[in-house]
Nanobody, 127 residues
């Protein structure tokens, strides 16, 4: 089992920044793909970014490319999502997820490809 705990959400004004953290614990996850998703009110869960833990290669959704950055800290077993130039439409619950079948050749972007999920953290962007 892998446990994921998100933190760092909150209320921010449009144009501001937030950094979300996802603390990872449990069985060896060194070859996992870690992903960030979000789900806005009345919307489906949306892929944002992924990183393969071992090599650090990344993948982004077009909607956040250039504004959001995913990274990981091996020493702290933590994955981050740095979010800049936030917009009201970024308001959502943000989730961290882990794909145990991760590889450097393919970074998953679909919810069903991820085995483990955090509880989510609310991000609200005011206009």
């Amino acid at each position: 089992q892998v446990q994921l705990v998100e933190s760092g959400g909150g209320l921010v004004q449009a144009g501001g920044s937030l950094r979300l953290s996802c603390a990872v614990s449990g069985r060896a996850f060194g070859t996992y793909t870690m992903g960030w998703f979000r789900q806005g009110p009345g919307k489906e869960r949306e892929f944002l970014a992924a990183i393969w833990w071992l090599a650090g290669n990344t993948k982004y959704a077009d909607s956040v490319k250039g504004r959001f950055t995913i990274s990981r800290d091996n020493a702290k077993n933590t994955v981050y999502l740095q979010m800049n130039s936030l917009k009201p439409e970024d308001t959502a619950v943000y989730y961290c997820a882990a794909d145990s079948a991760g590889s450097t050749w393919y970074l998953a972007a679909r919810t069903y490809e991820y085995d483990y999920w955090g509880q989510g953290t609310q991000v609200t962007v005011s206009s």
